[in-house]
């Protein structure tokens, strides 16, 4: 683990995985790991009722029918495609899944405007094919290839930023659960075992990128994750993160619950303003998702740490969020400032606390900015 910048889930959670696997008496669909129960506890986490001897911690917030159709459509003969904006947990849900059920979460496609059909199906190694021909030897299979030969999942990250010829060669491997090698006289087809099945993620800001054919859309079951606003579970998964942030960087710094509501409370106050916006010049470019809040308090935190006095501070956390949030200029610093002048300033002569210092912070970002 500590050899690893950032281990996947699988490895991880390995122990706990493994105790999970030890105590799970529950029907397993093809060649689970876990049962379908026990791939959703490992997920949301334990409760007493579950009656185990040791409490599993949530690592995905989010609705519980989301993950249980997200299971239940894995354990089907159906692709699963997590559909929603940017920042909601997409490939997290997908990587969860992967590991609890095959105990193989890296098996990756990255769709891009670059992905060509060998990511998805098989290329070849070509000093194997000068020297001793075309063979299953010589043949490099896609993660997609080695998730089907091997009976388990494979993801495919952006589908809708690949091209749509691309996305074809998908459904072939849907529906018929095989592929087909055609340079091969014998053995020239691979056929999927059972449990393999395929976790695309898409953006929804993307839509018109690469829209899916219908073909395609039917081989997927579509689980649309929404941008998290309930303030509850916003302030877990912000400091479920954090925490993890702080051990990995072995950082002692302790984060106030005032500032943790003067970050949630700014990101639902730019997600109104942003809401409420005639066109798309008059709210931010960024998706002002969880895990821009994640980014933005990371970002304060390290700043503290290495440059600071080892205490976050409500102008750092301001300095951060103008920094991150500014991504288009002049638009995002005119929206910020006008944020800072309208709803900060009234607020800080209101309430005081934390808020003048945000105000004074976020004020010389865009200043130093602009």
Wanted: hydrophobic share 40%.
């Amino acid at each position: 683990m500590s050899d690893l910048l950032r281990a996947p889930a699988e490895i991880k959670y390995a122990e706990e995985l493994d105790w999970l696997e030890s105590v799970d008496d529950g029907p397993k669909p093809f060649s689970w790991r876990l049962s379908p129960k026990m791939v959703r506890l490992f997920i949301l986490g334990s409760e007493r009722s579950d009656g185990l001897d040791r409490e599993i911690p949530q690592k995905w917030f989010g609705d519980r029918s989301l993950v249980e159709r997200a299971v239940v459509t894995l354990a089907s003969d159906r692709g699963l495609l997590l559909i929603g904006d940017p920042g909601t947990g997409k490939s997290w849900l997908a990587e969860l899944l992967s590991a609890a059920i095959c105990r193989s979460s890296t098996l990756v496609v990255q769709g891009t405007a670059g992905t060509t059909e060998d990511h998805i199906k098989y290329s070849w190694n070509v000093s194997m094919v000068i020297a001793k021909g075309q063979s299953r030897e010589s043949m490099i299979p896609s993660p997609i290839m080695t998730a089907m030969e091997t009976g388990a999942i494979g993801r495919f990250e952006e589908l809708t930023r690949s091209t749509s010829d691309v996305q074809d060669a998908l459904i072939s491997i849907l529906s018929e659960k095989y592929i087909s090698v055609p340079e091969l006289d014998s053995d020239s087809i691979v056929f999927a075992k059972p449990g393999f099945s395929v976790i695309a993620t898409a953006n929804s800001r993307d839509r018109g990128v690469n829209d899916l054919s219908s073909a395609l859309k039917r081989r997927f079951n579509f689980v649309r994750i929404p941008v998290v606003t309930n303030r509850k579970s916003e302030a877990e998964i912000v400091r479920f993160r954090t925490e993890e942030l702080l051990r990995r960087h072995q950082i002692e710094l302790d984060v106030p619950p005032t500032l943790l509501d003067v970050l949630l409370q700014s990101f639902a106050d730019l997600r109104a303003s942003a809401a409420a916006a005639g066109s798309d010049d008059e709210k931010l470019e960024s998706a002002l998702s969880s895990a821009e809040q994640i980014g933005v308090l990371e970002d304060a935190i390290l700043h503290s740490n290495f440059f600071g006095e080892r205490e976050l501070t409500a102008r750092a956390l301001a300095s951060s969020l103008v920094g991150s949030l500014a991504r288009r200029e002049p638009e995002d610093l005119a929206i910020l400032n006008k944020y800072l002048h309208g709803v900060v300033e009234p607020r800080s002569k209101e309430k005081g606390g934390s808020w003048p210092e945000f105000l004074e912070g976020g004020r010389d970002a865009i200043a130093t900015l602009s």
